[in-house]
C-alpha cells in the first residue's frame, strides 16, 4: 500500500512537472542568451500555493530536470554543441531546486498566510533563486546594475502573474462551493418536504390503524360467546394482537420521522420567491425525465419570509408536479401568480393541461382519487398528493384552496394568512 501511493505521489510529481516546464518554454532571455527568465515557476509555485501537502522540491527537482534537458536539445538545435549546452544549462536546474527549497521553507513556517506575507515570500524565493542562478554563471556580473534591476523586474513580474492566477483560482472555487451547497440545499429541502408529506399522511392513518385493532378485538368478543365459533374466536385475538404490534412498531416510526424533522433548523425563514426558485430546478428535471419541456413564469413579487419552509415546498412541488404529468404536450407551461395584501398572501398556480372534467373537480382533494393510470403496468397512483396539499394548506397553515378548470386551463388558488405563515411550528 506505501509503494503504491509512493507511486501515485510520483505520477502527480511528474504531471505538475510537465506543466511546469511546458510553461517555461515561453521565456525571454535578458542580459545574455544563456540566461532567459521563464513562465515556469508562475505554474509551479500556483499550484504549491493552492495545492494542500504538494510536493514542492520533488516537483521543483523533476521540473529542473525536464527544462534542462529542454534547453540542452533547444541549443544544440541552434548550433551549439551537445555538451556546451548541457553545461550552460545546469544553472537552471539549480534555480529550480534553490526556489523550491525556499518556497517549501516559507509554506512549512507560515501557519497563516496573507497577502502580504505571501507577495513578500514569492518575491524573496524568486529573487534569491535568480540571483543564485546568476552566481553559477560565470559570465553574468550577478552584482552590476543591470543584473540586480534585470531579476528584480522578472520578480515583480513574475510574483504578480502568480498573485494574480491564485486569486482568481480561488474566487472560482468558492463560487463553485457555494454552487455545490445550494445545490445540496435544495435537494435537502425537497427531501424534507418529501418525507413531511409521508409524516402527514402517517398521521392520518393513525386512527385507522385504531379503529382496525379495536374492530378486530370486538370481533374476538362476539365469536368468544359462540361456543361454536371459538376457534375463530383465537385467529381473531391472534389478528388483534398482531395490528397491535404494528401499530406500536407504526407509532415508533412516526415518532422517529417527527423528532427527525423536528431537529432540523425549524427557525430557518425563506422569502415565497425563493420557494418558486428552489422548486424550479426539480420540476423542470422531472418534465425532462418525461420528454417534456417546461416553461415556467412567476408574475408578481412576494418578499414576505415564512418559517414553513418545507410545508410550502410540498403544496407547491405537488401543484407543479401533477401539471406536468397532466400535460399532454411535450410543451408545458405552468404560471404562478402572487399577490399579497395586508393581511394574506394569495399564489394561483395556472397550467394550460387538458384540464380537469366538471364530474371529477370535486373529488380530486379526496384521499385515493386518482386519474393517473400507468397502461403498461396496471399501476395506479395512490391518490394522495392533492389530499396533503389541502391538509396542509388548510389544517395546518390555516388558509383555503381552491380548484376551477377548463380545457386548457387548470387554476389551484391557494390562501394563506400571515399571522399563521409568519411563526415557526
Known amino acids: ?65 525536464f527544462v534542462l534537458l529542454s534547453r540542452t536539445f533547444y541549443g544544440s538545435f541552434n548550433g551549439t554543441s551537445l555538451g556546451d549546452a548541457f553545461v550552460s544549462s545546469i544553472p537552471e536546474l539549480f534555480f529550480y531546486l534553490f ?46 546594475a543591470s543584473s540586480q534591476s534585470g531579476i528584480i523586474i522578472a520578480a515583480l513580474f513574475r510574483t504578480a502573474l502568480i498573485l494574480i492566477f491564485v486569486t482568481v483560482f480561488r474566487r472560482y472555487h468558492v463560487v463553485l462551493l457555494k454552487k455545490e451547497q445550494q445545490d445540496y440545499y435544495r435537494h435537502l429541502s425537497l427531501l424534507t418536504a418529501r418525507l413531511q408529506e409521508e409524516v402527514i399522511w402517517m398521521e392520518k392513518n393513525t386512527s385507522l390503524v385504531e379503529s382496525t385493532m ?78 417534456k419541456t417546461l416553461t415556467f413564469r412567476l408574475n408578481g413579487s412576494c418578499t414576505f419570509r415564512t418559517a414553513h419552509v418545507y410545508e410550502l415546498l410540498s403544496v407547491f412541488r405537488n401543484l407543479f408536479m401533477n401539471a406536468v404529468e397532466a400535460t399532454k404536450e411535450t410543451e408545458v407551461s405552468i404560471s404562478v401568480n402572487v399577490e399579497e395584501t395586508a393581511h394574506e398572501i394569495r399564489c394561483s398556480v395556472v397550467d394550460q393541461g387538458p384540464g380537469i372534467a366538471p364530474e371529477s373537480l370535486p373529488q380530486i382533494f379526496d384521499a385515493g382519487y386518482s386519474t393517473k393510470i400507468n397502461y403498461e403496468t396496471g399501476e395506479i397512483s395512490r ?5 396533503i396539499v389541502k391538509g396542509i394548506v388548510e389544517e ?15 387554476c389551484f388558488t391557494i390562501r394563506l394568512p400571515k399571522e399563521t405563515l409568519e411563526g415557526s411550528e
Do not use: W
Open 1 to 65: 500500500m506505501k509503494s503504491r501511493n509512493r507511486f501515485d505521489l510520483f505520477l502527480h510529481a511528474v504531471f505538475y512537472s510537465l506543466i511546469t516546464a511546458a510553461a517555461a518554454q515561453f521565456h525571454i532571455n535578458i542580459f545574455s542568451p544563456e540566461f532567459s527568465v521563464s513562465l515556469g515557476i508562475v505554474f509551479l509555485a500556483s499550484f504549491s500555493m493552492l495545492a494542500q501537502d504538494f510536493p514542492v522540491i520533488p516537483v521543483s527537482a523533476i521540473s529542473g530536470i
Open 396 to 410: 395546518k397553515l390555516g388558509g383555503s384552496i381552491q380548484a376551477e378548470s377548463c380545457p386548457g386551463r387548470t
Open 383 to 387: 391518490g394522495l398528493g392533492l389530499n
Open 99 to 144: 526556489y523550491g527549497v525556499l518556497l517549501t521553507l516559507y509554506l512549512v513556517r507560515m501557519r497563516k498566510s496573507s497577502i502580504l506575507l505571501d507577495t513578500i515570500a514569492l518575491l524573496f524565493c524568486d529573487y534569491a533563486a535568480n540571483f543564485g542562478e546568476l552566481m553559477l554563471r560565470l559570465n553574468i556580473n550577478a552584482f552590476s
Open 214 to 291: 379495536h374492530s378486530a378485538y370486538q370481533l374476538f368478543e362476539r365469536l368468544r360467546l359462540d361456543s361454536g365459533t371459538k376457534d375463530a374466536a383465537k385467529d381473531a385475538l391472534i389478528i388483534a394482537n398482531d395490528i397491535h404490534e404494528i401499530k406500536k412498531e407504526y407509532y415508533l416510526i412516526l415518532r422517529g420521522l417527527s423528532e427527525a424533522l423536528l431537529t432540523e433548523d425549524g427557525s430557518r425563514f425563506l422569502e415565497f420567491d425563493e420557494l418558486f426558485t428552489l422548486l424550479q430546478t426539480p420540476v423542470k428535471q422531472f418534465a425532462a425525465s418525461l420528454n
